[in-house]
Structure formats: C-alpha cells, structure tokens
C-alpha cells in the first residue's frame, strides 16, 4: 500500500519559516515525479513546486526565491522548505507522486499552513 504523509505544516507569522516533509512508503521515491500544490479556500489548486526525477526543480512565480523543494532518496522523503511566508501563503499543502507514463499518480492527505499575525 502506498502511502504519503505530509508534516511541519502550522501557523507562522508573516515573514517566518516552515519546512514540510512528505514521506514515502510503499514506493521509492528516486524513481517518481515529485511534487507540491496547494490550495486555499475558495481557489484552485496550484502547482507550488516539482521536482521531476531528472533532478530539476520548477516553481510557480509565486513562490520564486521563497521556497525550496528537495528530495532525500535515502530517506524516502521530499521536502518544502518555505522562507519570507506571506499571509496569500495560507493553504493546505499536499505532496503528490507520479509516473505520467505509467499512469501512477499518489497524494498525500494534506498538511494545513497558516500565514497570519
């Protein structure tokens, strides 16, 4: 069974710092399209951050120079790091893995980040 379990989501102050992990089981990561999308109440998701198995990275202008998307294979696990968070940052956060050609696509449960003083 496959599963992806999103962590470090929270509230945080404008400006501050969050780091969210997805790990992974049941898969192994190295050989997955990895990602991030988020969505806020009331929009639709959006593709926050991705990082395809060729080790490349793309982000949406939103978040250029802010976050920062990683990936452990040894610890089967990808990561978000957030810096500078705004308050337009709020939403729930949800890790997804892929395999286009195959037809595989897994997501995670979701982890909720607040931006707001």
């Known amino acids: 069974q496959v599963q992806l379990v999103e962590s470090g989501g929270g509230l945080v102050q404008p400006g501050g710092s969050l780091n969210l992990s997805c790990a992974a089981s049941g898969i192994i990561l190295s050989i997955y399209n990895m990602g991030w999308y988020r969505q806020a109440p009331g929009k639709q998701r959006e593709l926050v951050a991705s990082t395809p198995r060729g080790g490349s990275t793309n982000y949406a202008d939103s978040v250029k120079g802010r976050f920062t998307i990683s990936r452990d294979n040894a610890e089967n696990t990808v990561y978000l790091q957030m810096n500078s968070l705004k308050p337009e940052d709020t939403a729930v956060y949800y890790c997804?893995?892929?395999?286009?050609?195959?037809?595989?696509?897994?997501w995670g449960q979701g982890t909720q980040v607040t931006v707001s003083s």
């Open positions: 997804y893995a892929n395999r286009v050609a195959l037809g595989l696509a897994y």
